[in-house]
């Protein structure tokens, strides 16, 4: 068996364009997420990834090792929101309330999960180490675009979602969630390719 890259194996779901407004039905999938809340980049911010990668790549080489099925890990993703909501659309970054999570294939279990966080505690212990959680998340019927450029640039992105998912008669519901293509480590802002991913309903 080769790996496998799920963004070319569900290009439903990581295939965005920036021309076009993409409406998907998003099944429920399994996650590793840390809960937080302040800017993004923040202290935070920054421990709950730094907790997060370890784990996923540990999971990744133990379901190699054990069962032959390789992967390449998916990409960050975020879901944002805030209590006041006017606290988002203002800016008020301190205000933000997110979940940074990876999603994991069908075969991982909580018993991977469990195996892979003792692993990663004793050999790393990131300080955000205990915040990991193995959940799965349902989001359904969806509509997404992909932004090019800076997160700061994504106002007008939004808007085009935003309009086009009114214009299709469906309504906002759920978090606002991000799916971060790049590798912010390695490319600079002005080359950031970023789902934006919005739950909606009729």
Not at 63 to 69: G, R, V
Not at 123 to 130: Q, T
Request: with cysteine.
């Amino acid at each position: 068996m080769g790996k496998i890259d799920y963004k070319k194996e569900w290009k439903y779901l990581y295939g965005a364009t920036s021309k076009n407004i993409q409406f998907v039905e998003v099944p429920t999938l399994n996650y590793l997420m840390v809960h937080g809340k302040g800017e993004p980049g923040g202290k935070d911010f920054t421990e709950a990834v730094q907790a997060l990668y370890p784990i996923a790549y540990t999971i990744k080489f133990s379901l190699k090792q054990n069962t032959e099925f390789d992967y390449v890990v998916p990409p960050l993703e975020g879901l944002w929101w805030a209590e006041d909501m006017e606290d988002f659309v203002n800016n008020h970054r301190s205000q933000w309330q997110w979940t940074m999570m990876i999603m994991q294939p069908e075969f991982v279990t909580q018993d991977f999960f469990t195996q892979a966080l003792q692993h990663v505690k004793t050999k790393k212990n990131p300080s955000a180490i205990e915040k990991v959680e193995f959940q799965p998340y349902s989001e359904g019927k969806c509509a997404q675009i992909l932004h090019l450029g800076p997160f700061s640039n994504e106002g007008p992105t939004v808007e085009k979602l935003h309009t086009a998912i009114a214009n299709e008669g469906f309504t906002l519901t759920g978090k606002h969630h991000e799916i971060y293509l790049s590798d912010m480590r390695r490319v600079s802002p002005e080359k950031y390719r970023t789902i934006i991913r919005q739950p909606i309903h009729l």
